[in-house]
């Protein structure tokens, strides 16, 4: 469960390209274990946001470390203690289950017997042993999203980005993903969200809702539903939105 | 009116749309709901002439979809699930260039754009690439529109968008149906069908019920309560083992939570979950939603 532990620490946080300034300034702490939401509509400054915590845009000014790393200096580090997965970007359709872990341990630095090692204790823990030469292009969408998320956590991160984790798939799947999720936050992984999808903030520990590059309101789903006299995240982000 | 009567469709060994049976009414607000992959867009291109079926029919307002596709494309207006407008257009040559196909002008249907149009007015020397989702969204919704059909396909409008822009585009939606348009929408968000007059509700090709939102809600056989605790990831593995328990599901910040038969002993429940040293315990007796009624058909 939560700790006091930070894993992220944002302070005045600012990019700005030319005039524009995509985030003004922004002030955060992510602990360990934690699920953390980050909403915002379109435009308002999350994918700058996340850019910079995954150490791939230098921010203007401001300060912000991610598992302890210095997203100016250690960006290399940054990488390395972080995962991230997207429904769009994700696993490659025509390789195979083992193919598709052998990649991606291979960009995160495993190598050889270890790397061989990991890919089948994941593919055993995912039950999918008799799958290991299936295509994924064959595989229902559940268990992709399964597997990108294995994936994800290959090299056994700190910190795992989701990005819009369970747009498309049918509700019975989605709720066994946040089981999922659960599971390793519970284990002290820290589990950062982004999503249209209010249904999903709902399950985040906390949330945070950006408008027009600024942090806007930072909350658990129930303070931030009272304070607003909202019946649900949806009714919270459309009144700040909008 | 849609008439859709035995229709079946298989890609190779995959069976995409397995004998469905449909008829939407004139001037419906009709849902498709089901996740990706469960035959919605391939249903979607069959009424709109793009793909033929296997077997079976369908009429559009008394038009079949594969003798009369000529009649049937004047009809319908479709809005595909990718962005399929010309990037390198303004937004105002996109819109031209659909009302010149169909022979007609922006003038003389702009009644029927207004409401959604005057939101991207302002826009209108910017290339369609180079808008946001949300106006994206709109503009095709203007040029599925601007040769005033008799019925809008629209295969999943909000996929991607975000909160505000989706609840606009349904306004905009309940603005075309009194403009006396049959809507069929596709969608894979629950919260989206209480929208719509009726809806189906699609798995793995088939159709696994078709009413109102409020009769689904209202056809859920259980009692449910909604549980919380402190540690919610052990609450809910906990109560999968409760002896009684049948579905124990996620909801945000709370489980969901049904038994083997109709009525639930509360009770006993927060006394099992209090043996397991849970704390914070709050149980609350609510009705079913729609997301409620949708798990339990598609268990």
Known sequence: MNSKEKVIEVRGLTKKFGNFTAIDRLDFDVFKGEIFGFLGANGAGKTTAIKILCGLLHPSSGKASVAGYDVYKQTESVKRSIGYMSQRFSLYEDLSLYENIRFYGGIYGLRGKFLKERSNDMIARLGLEKEKKTLIADMPPGWKQKIAFSIALIHEPKIVFLDEPTGGVDPITRRQFWDLIYEVASKGLTVFVTTHYMDEAEYCNRLSIMDEGKIVALDSPDRLKSEYSAKDINEVFVKIAR | MILIENISKSFGKRLALDSIDLSVKDNELFGLIGPDGSGKTTLFRILCS??????????????????????????????????????????????????????????????????????????????????????????????????????????????????????????????????????????????????????????????????????????????????????????????????????????????????????????????????????????????????????????
């Open chain 2, 50 to 299: 793009l793909l033929l079926p296997d077997s079976g029919k369908a009429l559009l307002n008394n038009h079949d979809v594969v003798k009369d596709y000529n009649k049937i494309r004047r009809i319908i207006g479709y809005m595909p699930g990718r962005f399929s407008l010309y990037n390198d257009l303004s937004v105002e040559e996109n819109l031209n260039f659909f009302a010149r196909v169909f022979g007609t002008s922006i003038k003389k249907n702009y009644g029927l754009i207004k409401d959604i149009y005057k939101r991207l007015e302002p826009f209108k020397d910017r290339r369609a690439g180079n808008l946001s989702g949300g106006m994206k969204q709109k503009l095709a919704l203007s040029c599925a529109l601007i040769h005033r059909p008799e019925i809008l396909i629209l295969d999943e409008p909000t996929t991607g968008v975000d909160a505000v822009s989706r609840k606009e585009f349904w306004e905009m939606l309940s603005g075309i149906i009194e403009q006396g348009i049959t809507i069929m929408v596709s969608t894979p968000y629950m919260d989206e069908a209480v929208l719509c007059n009726r809806v189906a509700l699609m798995q793995e090709g088939r159709l696994l019920r078709v009413d109102s939102p409020q009769a689904i809600i209202d056809a859920y056989p259980k009692d449910i309560i909604a549980l919380r605790a402190d540690d919610m990831y052990r609450l809910v593995m906990d109560l999968r083992d409760f002896p009684q328990a049948d579905s124990v599901l996620l909801f945000g910040q709370e489980v969901h939570y049904s038994g083997k038969g109709k009525n639930i002993d509360r009770d006993a429940i927060r006394k099992y979950l209090e043996d397991k040293e849970h704390k914070d315990i709050q149980i609350n007796t609510i009705s079913a939603g729609i997301e409620d009624s949708f798990l339990q058909l598609m268990a």
